[in-house]
């Protein structure tokens, strides 16, 4: 035993010496990061031969350093250092333009300086902060291991941060302002490398980031590829392993969006660990500057009037008794209530007068371009912002998209029917404008049969009808899946009426459609018909279980009276999911992996990393009509 330990031992010896290895004695107050940082490498390198290190790191230990890939020729470099503020009290006449050349420093600079100046004009009397910065020349800076570099047509951010071997989030900290796409041409901060490091790219490939806490066993059911086939893939890993952040070469035919398939829901309530006081901000639109609280008629008048407000308001109200609910699970919540006015420049303001650099979330806002600018505004700090009620326009990497995507829900109800192993045939029923997209349904299924609307003889544009006759002899005994593909309410109406009279006896007609739109709705629109019919479309919510005991249902009843809304349940869910996550891990990207999927009152939360950005939400319902209720499919 001794030999082969002497043997093994001068066989690492001598391959550490032929790859130019060498051994650092770790001295009292270095830590793994400025060892790294002395001899160019990563942290990561120095554990990847030292996995002891991680919990055995001490003085007179010594560590194995790789060598080093970075060029470090001397480089003079000239920067700036920001030493401090001059204030200022702005004159008549006086523009960002003057003051630049003034003080010798950029408009952006001053901007930064003085938040409000992005959304206000700067006017006389303003105070502002002029940074005031010197001038260092430096031979041996850690930023010499920086190069240019050009983006190439199709390179995207994973393909460059996978080129140069770092991360994606490595590649945004070298480049504080690169836009969330990028684009050909634009010039990048990237490792010095040296040119035979770099990793050639195939844009015949896909790549892909891999999230905190997945190992292999996640990334075979998330991608369907074994540790072996990554590792074909990717040689390197036989060495690293996996660590988060890392971009991952995988065939381009693999869907990086995440396999759909069942995923158990999740105890969150047994996995609470962090009990800190969790810091979330509500921006809403309240409109209270429209509100004038010494008149209570107005102000009733003003809610009845205002589906907006109702709306809000009964949101504000489900966050807030998910706020009891985490209290009496151990979670204590600040929470810091904003008005966002439904305004950009009421927007500005909120974010030039608070700080949230240290929020744990921050939910809202509602309108589209003010949550864009929230969220864009919140990424360099990487706090979370959530999407409560609609799809973003910019999924930024901070990002919760709490809506999932609406193909998704297409696909979902396509996945729901392909797996009822008792029906028969399919059948889609569709207007002309949606004749594509029910063509593309056709082709899911095969033997589908498509019926088309109608045209007017007079001038050829859709009449929105059919014949009774275009249903004769189409239904056979068994079980018929009927897809109706609309946004007219007449043609559904009627539709739907025809198809009730063709149920008999072994003869089951079961109505479906992708996309559940107002269509469905309305007094010409006859429940009971819905209900025979069974109608099963996808949703991002379902109606809570009257039939059950719900604490959070009989508290609202008690205060108010009433069933709670959708928004209501959705104000809760949210909430109280954001909380019990923020409870399990050390934050919410953490605790968002796509294995883990909540469910409260009406709603479900499974989240998924997409491509270019942040979170998007995958867990989708499909729910039918049954004896006039809105109830989940089976």
């Known amino acids: ?68 890939k970075i060029k470090n020729e001397p480089i003079e470099e000239e920067f700036r250092e920001l030493i401090g503020y001059k204030k200022h009290k702005v004159k008549r006449k006086e523009t960002l ?18 938040r409000f100046l992005y959304s206000e004009n700067l006017k006389k009397g303003d105070r502002i902060r002029i940074p005031r910065y010197r001038t260092v020349i430096s031979k041996q800076t850690y930023s010499n291991t920086v190069k240019k570099y050009k983006v190439l047509p199709s390179e995207g951010k994973w393909r460059i941060a996978y080129k140069f071997g770092i991360t994606v989030a490595e590649l945004e900290n070298l480049n504080p302002g690169m836009s969330e796409v990028i684009q050909p041409g634009d010039e990048l901060n990237v ?77 969150l309530a047994s996995k609470l660990t962090n009990f800190k006081t969790k810091k979330i901000a509500l921006m809403m639109p309240y409109r209270l500057n429209r509100i004038d609280v010494d008149s209570i008629a107005e102000s009733k008048a003003m809610i009845k009037n205002s589906r907006l407000l109702s709306v809000v308001l009964d949101f504000h109200v489900g966050v807030t008794m998910a706020l009891d609910s985490a209290k009496q699970l151990g979670i204590s919540t600040d929470l810091k209530v904003l008005d966002t006015q439904y305004n950009s420049g009421a927007t500005g303001k909120l974010l030039s007068d608070n700080d949230f650099s240290d929020y744990d979330a921050v939910i809202g806002p509602m309108e589209e371009g003010n949550f864009d600018r929230v969220a864009s505004a919140l990424k360099r700090d990487n706090v979370p912002v959530i999407a409560a009620m609609k799809k973003p ?96 309410n007449a043609f559904a109406s009627s539709v739907i009426s025809m198809l009730n009279g063709l149920i008999v006896d072994r003869t089951e007609i079961v109505l479906a459609t992708l996309d559940k739109n107002k269509a469905f709705e309305g007094k010409n629109i006859d429940n009971n018909n819905l209900s025979n019919l ?48 923020l409870a399990s891990e050390d934050n919410l990207f953490e605790a968002s992996s796509a294995d883990i999927e909540t469910e409260h009152i009406e709603n479900k939360f499974r989240y998924n990393k997409s491509l270019f950005g942040g979170y998007v939400n995958e867990a989708i319902y499909i729910v039918k009509y049954d004896n006039l209720r809105i109830v989940k499919a089976d």
């Not at 130019?20 to 001295?27: A, D, I, M, R, S």
């Not at 991952?248 to 396999?259: C, Q, R, T, Y």
């Not at 029923?429 to 899911?444: Q, V």
């Not at 299924?445 to 929105?464: C, E, H, M, V, Y």
């Open 1 to 68: 035993m001794k030999h082969i330990l002497t043997i093994i031992l001068i066989a690492f010896t001598v391959t550490l010496s032929a790859q130019n290895y060498q051994e650092h004695k770790v001295k009292s107050g270095e830590t793994i990061e400025s060892i790294a940082k002395q001899y160019l490498v990563t942290p990561f390198d120095i554990y990847a031969l030292n996995p002891d290190a991680k919990s055995n790191f001490q003085p007179n230990s010594v560590l194995i350093i790789p060598n080093s």
């Open 97 to 114: 333009y003057g003051l630049s050349k003034k003080y010798a420093v950029s408009e952006e600079e001053i901007k930064k300086a003085n």
């Open 191 to 267: 490792p010095n490398i040296k040119d035979k490091e770099e990793k050639s790219i195939e844009m015949t490939s896909n790549y892909y980031e891999v999230l905190p806490k997945e190992g292999f066993y996640r990334l075979e059911k998330k991608l369907g590829l074994s540790q072996e086939q990554l590792e074909v893939l990717n040689p390197e890993l036989k060495e690293t392993g996996l660590k988060a952040g890392m971009v991952l070469k995988i065939p381009s035919e693999v869907d990086v969006a995440g396999n759909l398939s069942a995923v158990e829901t999740t105890s």
């Open 393 to 488: 326009k910019k999924v930024y990497s901070n990002v919760f998209q709490t809506v999932p995507e609406d193909k998704l829900l297409r696909k979902t109800m396509i996945d729901f029917v392909k797996a009822d192993s008792l029906k028969t045939e399919v059948i889609i029923i569709s207007d002309r404008a949606h004749k594509a997209s029910s063509e593309a349904l056709k082709a899911e299924f095969d033997g589908a049969k498509l019926i088309l609307s109608r045209t007017n003889k007079k001038n050829p544009i859709d009449g929105f009808f059919i014949y009774e006759t275009d249903l004769e002899n189409v239904f056979k005994a068994g079980k018929t899946i009927v897809f109706l593909e609309t946004s007219s």
């Open 534 to 581: 069974k109608f099963h479309y996808p949703s991002v919510n379902k109606d809570f279980d009257e039939s059950r005991s719900n604490a959070f249902v009989r508290s609202y009843r008690k205060e108010y009276g009433v069933s709670p809304s959708k928004y209501v349940a959705r104000g809760f869910d949210i909430t109280l999911d954001i909380l019990m996550r």
